[in-house]
């Protein structure tokens, strides 16, 4: 028997040596030390031996079975080795050439608006307030004196889920939100960026989806002169420290007085041009003193506290600064309009 695997052996590991790929190396293993290969068959008849025999005999195949498996993952290893090397000297890399320039990304134009926007009244002493893109009717519309039956609804037709769920048509909510939060004790000093939906047919002007920057203002003896001054200081950091702005009265459901707020014409400087269409003002945003059913919804006490508030499309900022004449490139994600708009 000792003979026999000491035969076996020998004839396991020239067989290894011979193999000249993986697959022959395969077959070795599987003929050598498979569950039907000699050195198994060894084993299942150490029972015929004697009880001195059993354990030297025992001994041997274990080290002849080690020393073929040692051998055929040693040859294994020097194969797979071979290959990744002949592999390499197939597919080698010239390292002289130049490298492939990455093209880096860019602020979207919006964004950037966005964030000067924010700067301009970080400075003014406003903080950033956020709020759930979708929103209650009761944030929406009736905090904001808009109960259900109001027409002014009718200009804000917007996608519901439910009777009561919808995706907000503004980002007023959020200002009711916070007015909410501060418990009627002011101040409140916030603006509010974010996405807002309406049922808008899509063309140069218009989108089913746009971004909104509201601003509020709640204390005690808050003016109209000072909605006037900030609003006045924000458009000269934003459009130009010549630019002026003027106030038309208007109507706001949840201000009282409301007005439009137009900045002088950059191009003709006020003297009237087609951007303009001739009359040197281009209306920018809205505005107003906060209504008093809003102030006390809120839990203020109006006789005490007043406020402003503001609103103003982040598009149409953008469309102004950077003279763009259709709201669609900012959301058709066209690299040649982006671009444009890289920071140095």
Not at 106 to 113: D, F, G, M, R
Not at 273 to 279: D, G, L, V
């Given at each position: 028997?000792?003979?026999?695997?000491?035969?076996?052996?020998?004839?396991?590991?020239?067989?290894?040596?011979?193999?000249?790929?993986?697959?022959?190396?395969?077959?070795?293993?599987?003929?050598?030390?498979?569950?039907?290969?000699?050195?198994?068959?060894?084993?299942?008849?150490?029972?015929?031996?004697?009880?001195?025999?059993?354990?030297?005999?025992?001994?041997?195949?274990?080290?002849?079975?080690?020393?073929?498996?040692?051998?055929?993952?040693?040859?294994?290893?020097?194969?797979e080795e071979a290959a990744i090397e002949a592999q390499l000297a197939s597919e080698s890399i010239d390292v002289?050439?130049?490298?492939?320039?990455?093209?880096?990304?860019?602020?979207?134009?919006?964004?950037?608006?966005?964030?000067?926007?924010?700067?301009?009244?970080?400075?003014?002493?406003?903080?950033?307030?956020?709020?759930?893109?979708?929103?209650?009717?009761?944030?929406?519309?009736?905090a904001l004196n808009l109960p259900k039956d109001h027409p002014a609804r009718d200009m804000q037709d917007s996608?519901?889920?439910?009777?009561?769920?919808?995706?907000?048509?503004?980002?007023?909510?959020?200002?009711?939100?916070?007015?909410?939060?501060?418990?009627?004790?002011?101040?409140?000093?916030?603006?509010?960026?974010?996405?807002?939906?309406?049922?808008?047919?899509?063309?140069?002007?218009?989108?089913?989806?746009?971004?909104?920057?509201?601003?509020?203002?709640?204390?005690?003896?808050?003016?109209?002169?000072?909605?006037?001054?900030?609003?006045?200081?924000?458009?000269?950091?934003?459009?130009?420290?010549?630019?002026?702005?003027?106030?038309?009265?208007?109507?706001?459901?949840?201000?009282?007085?409301?007005?439009?707020?137009?900045?002088?014409?950059?191009?003709?400087?006020?003297?009237?041009?087609?951007?303009?269409?001739?009359?040197?003002?281009?209306?920018?945003?809205?505005?107003?003193?906060?209504?008093?059913?809003?102030?006390?919804?809120?839990?203020?006490?109006?006789?005490?506290?007043?406020?402003?508030?503001?609103?103003?499309?982040?598009?149409?900022?953008?469309?102004?600064?950077?003279?763009?004449?259709?709201?669609?490139?900012?959301?058709?994600?066209?690299?040649?309009?982006?671009?444009?708009?890289?920071?140095?």
């Amino acid at each position: 028997m000792r003979e026999k695997l000491e035969a076996l052996r020998d004839e396991a590991l020239e067989k290894v040596k011979q193999a000249e790929d993986k697959k022959a190396l395969q077959e070795v293993r599987v003929a050598y030390l498979g569950k039907k290969g000699p050195i198994t068959e060894v084993l299942r008849g150490m029972g015929k031996l004697s009880a001195e025999e059993r354990p030297v005999i025992g001994q041997m195949a274990n080290d002849v079975r080690d020393a073929i498996k040692e051998q055929v993952d040693s040859k294994e290893a020097a194969l797979e080795e071979a290959a990744i090397e002949a592999q390499l000297a197939s597919e080698s890399i010239d390292v002289t050439l130049p490298g492939r320039p990455v093209q880096a990304g860019s602020t979207h134009p919006l964004t950037a608006v966005v964030e000067e926007v924010e700067d301009a009244f970080i400075g003014l002493g406003f903080s950033v307030a956020e709020g759930p893109e979708i929103e209650t009717d009761y944030y929406n519309f009736e905090a904001l004196n808009l109960p259900k039956d109001h027409p002014a609804r009718d200009m804000q037709d917007s996608f519901y889920f439910t009777e009561e769920l919808l995706l907000r048509t503004h980002t007023s909510p959020v200002q009711a939100r916070t007015m909410e939060r501060y418990q009627g004790k002011g101040p409140v000093k916030v603006i509010c960026p974010g996405k807002v939906f309406r049922r808008d047919d899509d063309d140069a002007t218009h989108s089913h989806q746009f971004m909104q920057i509201e601003g509020l203002y709640v204390d005690e003896n808050v003016r109209m002169s000072d909605l006037k001054g900030v609003l006045e200081t924000f458009a000269k950091s934003f459009f130009g420290a010549e630019r002026e702005i003027r106030l038309r009265p208007s109507f706001f459901p949840f201000t009282e007085p409301s007005v439009e707020v137009d900045v002088s014409c950059g191009m003709c400087g006020g003297h009237g041009c087609r951007i303009c269409k001739h009359s040197g003002w281009i209306e920018v945003l809205g505005a107003g003193m906060v209504h008093p059913r809003v102030l006390e919804m809120s839990g203020f006490d109006s006789t005490k506290y007043s406020g402003f508030a503001f609103g103003m499309g982040v598009e149409r900022l953008a469309m102004l600064k950077y003279d763009i004449d259709d709201i669609r490139h900012f959301y058709t994600n066209d690299v040649r309009f982006l671009a444009q708009f890289k920071r140095n």
